[in-house]
C-alpha cells in the first residue's frame, strides 16, 4: 500500500465512523428510517467520496462534477451523512431527517438536497439515469463518471437488467455500479424471498466488467474504484458482499434492521460499539 | 375507534381463504407492511413473495387467473400501479382477467415517508381503464365485506388500503355492495360525496354545519368505478349542490368521476376537496392532510360556497 493511499483509507475510515453515528443519530431521533441498509453502504460511500468522486460542495450543480446516485433511496442517510463529512450538508440539520421542514426528507429529492442529483425511493430507476448522464458525458466530450448503487433485493426490478444491456451495449466505461450485496431485503433474505442466482455470472454474462469484494475491507473498495477507472472497454460493477446493520453488533444481519428506528438506549449502546 | 385498514385487510384475507380455496395472494417484498403475511402464515402453499418486481406481479396474477385461481396482487400503490401500469393495462384489463389489485399505504397513510411513497393518483390511474373496479373502503369494517365482495366479484378490481388507523364509522351490520353508495347522513341543502377517510371529515364537517342550520347529506362512495350515478342525481335533486372528497388529487379521482357525470347530466354548484396538483410532504398523517387541504374545514368552506352558488 502506498503511503498517500494508507492515509486516504484512514481519512476514509475515519469518516465512515462519524457516518454510522449520524445515520444512527438521525433514525432514532425521526423513529424511523432504514438503518440496516444505510450501515452496509458506509464504507463503500465513505472511500468513493473521500477518494473518488469529483465534485465541489460549494458549487453542487458544477457542471464537471462526478454523478453518484442512490438508487436504493431508502439508504439515503448514508448519502446524507457522507454529503455531512464533504460539506455539502450540516451536522446541525441531522434532526430535520423526515420532518417537513429542513433539507432532510425521508428519500432523496433532487429539489431540496444540495449534492443529490436525482430523486428516488422507487427502487430499480438509478442505473437508467446514471446511463444517461454517461451517455450526455460522452456527447459533451468530458471524462465524467456515473456512480450508482443499487440493492441486492432491488436486482429484482427489470428496469435494472434493461439498463445494463443499455449502458454494455453503449460500452459506458464511465458507468460505475455497485451492488450492495447484503443478502437481505423486506421481507427476508434473498434466497428466502427470490433468490439471485449466480449474480457474478450474470452482470458478467450482461456484457460487464465485474468485480467482486469485500464491501467493508478499505483496501479492496479502493482497488476496485481503481480497477473500474483503468477498465476502459465497457461498464464495471462491483459486487459487494456487505453485512446489513455492519458495525453495530445487535443489527447485523439482521432483517428486522431493515426499517426500524434505534430506540434512545439502543442508540446509546450502539454509539459506544462505534466509539 | 379507530382501524388501520390494512391490519383488517390481513385479518379479512385470512378468513377468505378459508372460504375459498381459489384465492391466491401475491406481495412484492412488502408483505410485513401490507399484513398478507397473515395470510402467509396460515396458507403458506398459497402465499408467493416475488421480490420488488412490481410489474412481474401483476402479469403472474393474470397468469393466476388464467388458471382460474382468484389473484389478490399486493403492493404500495405507488410502486405497484408505477411499474405494473401496462400489464395492468394489457394482461389484466384488456384481458379482462379476474385480478385482484390491492394498492396500500394510499394518500398521505404512509406519513414521513414522504412524496416518493404518497400515492395521490391511484384512483385516476385505475379509473381510466376499461373493465376496471375501483374501491375504497370506508374503515376497517368495510374492509372485511370489500374483501369477500372483490373474490364474488368476477373481473379486474383495483382497491386501496391504507397503512395508519382512521375512524371507523360503519357498523358490522351496514350492508356493501360494489358499486351501490351508502348514504349515511341525510340532509338538503348540500350533498358531500367523499370515499375512504374522508368520509369521516365529512361527517364532521357535517356536524359542525347543522350548527349553523345546514343540512349536509353525505354519501360514502366506496365504489368509485362503476359510480352510483342513480344515488348522486337522487341526492343532488334534493340539495342541489355538491361537494366530494378524497384523500387523492383533485385531477381525475372521485371529484372528477362526479364532475363528469353531472357536468354531461345535470350542471350543478360543485366543488372538488382534495390534494390541489402537488406531492405530498414528509409529515405525520394529519401535518399532510393540513398541507394538502384534506380537512373538515375545507369541506365546510366548499358546501358554504356551493350552497351560495345555488342561488
Ligand atoms: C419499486 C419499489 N418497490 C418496493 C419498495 C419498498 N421497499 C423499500 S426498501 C425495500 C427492500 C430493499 O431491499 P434491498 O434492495 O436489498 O436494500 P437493502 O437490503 O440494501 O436495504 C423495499 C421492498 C420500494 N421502495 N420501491
Redo the contacts with the bound molecule.
Keep these: 500500500m502506498s503511503q498517500s493511499m494508507e492515509q486516504a483509507l484512514q481519512e476514509a475510515k475515519a469518516v465512515a465512523k462519524n457516518m454510522r453515528k449520524n445515520i444512527l443519530v438521525m433514525t432514532n431521533r425521526a423513529k424511523g428510517g ?1 438503518p ?3 450501515l ?2 458506509t464504507d463503500i460511500l465513505a472511500v468513493l467520496y473521500k477518494c473518488y468522486m469529483r465534485v465541489d460542495p460549494k458549487n453542487p450543480r458544477w457542471p464537471g462534477r462526478d454523478y453518484f446516485f442512490l438508487s ?4 439515503v442517510p448514508a448519502h446524507y451523512a457522507v454529503l455531512i463529512e464533504t460539506g455539502f450538508l450540516s451536522k446541525d440539520e441531522l434532526k430535520d431527517f423526515r420532518e417537513i421542514e429542513g433539507r432532510l426528507p425521508a ?1 432523496p429529492s433532487c429539489e431540496i438536497t444540495p449534492g443529490i442529483d436525482m430523486s428516488s ?4 430507476q438509478g442505473l437508467s439515469v446514471a446511463n444517461g448522464t454517461a451517455l450526455a458525458a460522452k456527447l459533451n466530450g468530458t471524462d465524467q463518471r456515473a456512480y450508482v448503487m ?6 429484482h ?1 427489470g428496469q435494472v437488467w434493461e439498463a445494463m444491456m443499455t449502458a454494455a451495449h453503449f460500452k459506458l466505461n464511465n458507468v460505475c455500479a455497485i451492488v ?1 450485496y ?1 443478502k ?4 427476508g433474505s ?1 434466497d428466502e424471498v427470490k433468490t439471485l442466482g449466480d449474480l457474478r455470472a450474470k452482470w458478467d454474462s450482461f456484457g460487464w466488467h465485474t468485480i467482486e469484494i469485500d464491501g467493508h475491507d478499505y483496501e479492496q473498495i479502493y482497488n476496485a474504484f481503481a480497477e473500474a477507472i483503468a477498465f476502459k472497454d465497457g461498464p464495471t460493477a462491483i459486487i459487494a458482499h ?1 453485512i ?1 446493520g455492519k458495525g453495530v453488533s445487535f443489527m447485523e444481519d439482521e432483517v428486522g434492521w ?2 426500524a428506528a434505534p430506540s434512545d438506549e439502543q442508540l446509546q449502546i450502539a454509539l459506544k460499539e462505534l466509539s | 375507534m379507530m382501524i388501520a385498514p390494512r391490519e383488517a385487510y390481513g385479518k379479512a384475507l385470512v378468513e377468505l381463504g378459508k372460504e375459498n380455496k381459489d384465492v391466491v395472494v401475491l406481495d ?3 408483505a410485513k ?1 401490507s399484513m398478507t403475511i397473515l395470510f402467509k402464515e396460515v396458507f403458506p402453499e398459497r402465499f408467493f413473495d416475488l421480490g ?1 418486481a ?1 410489474s412481474d406481479i401483476i402479469g403472474t396474477g393474470a397468469g393466476f387467473a388464467v388458471a382460474g385461481k382468484i389473484p389478490f396482487v399486493n ?2 400503490a405507488n ?1 405497484l400501479l ?2 405494473g401500469w401496462d400489464q395492468i393495462r394489457i394482461s389484466v384489463c384488456y384481458a379482462n382477467k379476474n385480478v385482484k389489485i390491492i394498492g396500500h399505504n394510499i394518500g398521505a397513510s404512509s406519513g414521513k415517508d414522504g412524496p ?2 404518497l400515492p395521490l393518483e391511484d384512483i385516476a390511474l385505475t379509473r381510466a381503464f376499461p373493465g376496471m373496479t375501483v374501491i375504497e373502503p370506508v374503515d376497517g369494517i368495510e374492509i372485511k365485506k370489500a374483501v369477500k365482495a372483490l373474490a364474488q366479484h368476477v373481473g379486474p378490481a383495483y382497491m386501496r388500503v391504507g397503512r395508519l388507523p382512521i375512524p371507523v364509522v360503519t357498523k358490522e351490520d351496514d350492508e356493501f355492495i360494489i358499486g351501490k353508495a351508502n348514504t349515511i347522513r341525510s340532509g338538503s341543502d348540500v350533498t358531500i360525496i367523499a370515499c375512504g377517510v374522508m368520509v369521516s371529515k365529512a361527517l364532521a364537517a357535517a356536524e359542525a354545519l347543522s350548527g349553523e342550520g345546514i343540512n349536509a347529506e353525505v354519501i360514502n362512495m366506496h365504489t368509485i368505478k362503476p359510480l352510483d350515478k342513480e344515488a348522486i342525481l337522487k341526492s343532488v335533486e334534493k340539495t342541489g349542490a355538491v361537494v366530494t372528497a378524497e384523500e387523492h388529487t383533485v385531477i381525475g379521482g372521485l371529484g372528477g368521476a362526479v364532475a363528469e357525470f353531472l357536468a354531461c347530466t345535470k350542471p350543478l354548484p360543485m366543488k372538488i376537496v382534495g390534494s390541489q396538483d402537488r406531492f405530498g410532504v414528509c409529515g405525520s398523517y394529519e401535518e399532510i392532510h393540513q398541507v394538502l387541504g384534506l380537512t373538515s374545514e375545507k369541506i365546510i368552506e366548499a358546501a358554504k360556497d356551493v350552497i351560495k352558488a345555488k342561488k
Design positions: 432504514h440496516g441498509g444505510c452496509s453502504a436504493k433511496g431508502h439508504a428519500y425511493g422507487s427502487l430499480g443499487l440493492g441486492d433485493g432491488e436486482l426490478e450492495d447484503n437481505l431485503q423486506l421481507d434473498l456487505t446489513k431493515h426499517a | 412484492a417484498d412488502v407492511a420488488i412490481e403492493a404500495y410502486f408505477g411499474n416518493t411513497h
